[in-house]
């Protein structure tokens, strides 16, 4: 510290900021208790072969060599003529020197000190975990990215034969995720393990039963990407279709932001009990139809004309000889009584 204080007081300008910068650190370290020292490595870590194997390819037993290896014998190499150089020279900086750059290149902070490796592009740990980009480093691609249990996803299209609280899950799908809960209800029924994952993987009626069975009290969870309220997690009540697709009510897709021109909506399983009650209890849309910011209910039929154009040109039920009312107002009451459906053709006489 004091003969940092004598270079600011006397040393050229050059001299006197690197000096003030390094009575900063200095003070930073007297003031926290620790010693320059502590901020030296005097050992460098050498990870399992494991993580950094070397085996050989084809018939002419190429060598296939993880890059730490290359980094590591650079390191090793280095510190070796440090140790001669210092039984026989007095001055060996370059050796200390090469030494730390050694080690810049195992971690990563550095390029390797031997050509044939910058042009092998041997990396260190740190680029390896890293990567490119952060789309590519070991974080993504093995931790983030990496499959999960119980979790799907699959492309929406509209079906409002469905309740607001219920979607239809393709059966392949539905049998993936629900598949530990199946397993373990055919084993709690008294089937031995090997059989009920073979019942799961035929897709037997037994099965097909626990299947039901966990869908009834067990829900699904759905969100899609961006989430950016809480009506865009919400729960629902599981279905089968035979479609490759996820089936939705068109009326709730406003929360989510969604249409049907492709968008994929991500489904989770809640894997314990108490999980499932509070997304039954909580998170149903039936149990959320008024907004919390504008206290209006969001989960409305507005696309009710569509419903009409569609009944309207489909002739659904065509074979059936039309109705006759006296009016309007006749067929109107008789279709409040459940004797004429929305596609019943009718035909209306008019009071004269």
């Known amino acids: 510290i004091e003969q940092a204080r004598e270079d600011i007081k006397s040393g050229r300008k050059t001299v006197r900021d690197l000096a003030v910068r390094r009575l900063g650190f200095l003070k930073s370290a007297e003031t926290t208790g620790v010693h320059p020292k502590?901020?030296?490595?005097?050992?460098?870590?050498?990870?399992?072969?494991?993580?950094?194997p070397v085996s050989t390819m084809g018939p002419k037993k190429l060598p296939l060599v993880d890059n730490p290896n290359y980094l590591y014998k650079e390191l090793f190499d280095a510190n070796q003529t440090l140790k001669e150089?210092?039984?026989?020279?007095?001055?060996?900086?370059?050796?200390?020197?090469?030494?730390?750059n050694a080690m810049k290149a195992v971690t990563g902070l550095g390029a390797p000190s031997n050509p044939k490796n910058v042009e092998r592009n041997v990396q260190g740990f740190l680029a390896k975990i890293f990567g490119d980009s952060p789309k590519f480093g070991t974080m993504q691609r093995k931790l983030l990215s990496s499959t999960v249990d119980l979790v799907g996803r699959a492309v929406i299209t509209p079906n409002s034969d469905l309740d607001m609280d219920e979607v239809a899950l393709p059966e392949e799908k539905a049998f993936e995720i629900y598949k530990?809960?199946?397993?373990?209800?055919?084993?709690?029924?008294?089937?031995?393990?090997?059989?009920?994952?073979?019942a799961v993987e035929q897709k037997n009626k037994v099965a097909f039963d626990e299947l039901n069975t966990q869908m009834n009290s067990r829900p699904i969870v759905i969100n899609r990407a961006p989430v950016l309220h809480r009506y865009g997690v919400m729960a629902f009540k599981p279905r089968?279709?035979?479609?490759?697709?996820?089936?939705?009510?068109?009326?709730?897709?406003?929360?989510?932001?969604?249409?049907?021109?492709?968008?994929?909506?991500?489904?989770?399983?809640?894997?314990?009990?108490e999980a499932a009650k509070e997304a039954l209890d909580k998170m149903?849309?039936?149990?959320?139809?008024?907004?919390?910011?504008?206290?209006?209910?969001?989960?409305?039929?507005n696309k009710d004309y569509q419903t009409g154009l569609y009944l309207a040109s489909s002739r659904i039920n065509n074979k059936s000889k039309p109705r006759v009312f006296r009016s309007k107002r006749d067929a109107v009451a008789a279709y409040r009584r459940g004797e004429i459906g929305v596609d019943t053709p009718?035909?209306?006489v008019e009071d004269k």
Do not use: C
């Open 38 to 52: 502590d901020w030296m490595l005097n050992a460098m870590p050498v990870i399992p072969p494991s993580f950094r």
């Open 85 to 100: 150089a210092a039984g026989a020279l007095s001055d060996y900086g370059d050796e200390r020197v090469s030494v730390y």
């Open 180 to 198: 530990p809960f199946i397993v373990r209800g055919l084993v709690r029924r008294g089937m031995a393990r090997m059989q009920a994952l073979e």
């Open 240 to 273: 089968l279709t035979k479609n490759k697709v996820m089936e939705v009510n068109p009326v709730i897709t406003k929360g989510f932001g969604a249409d049907f021109d492709g968008d994929a909506m991500q489904y989770h399983v809640p894997s314990t009990p």
């Open 284 to 301: 149903l849309p039936s149990k959320n139809l008024f907004s919390t910011a504008s206290f209006k209910a969001h989960y409305v039929p």
């Open 346 to 348: 009718v035909h209306i």
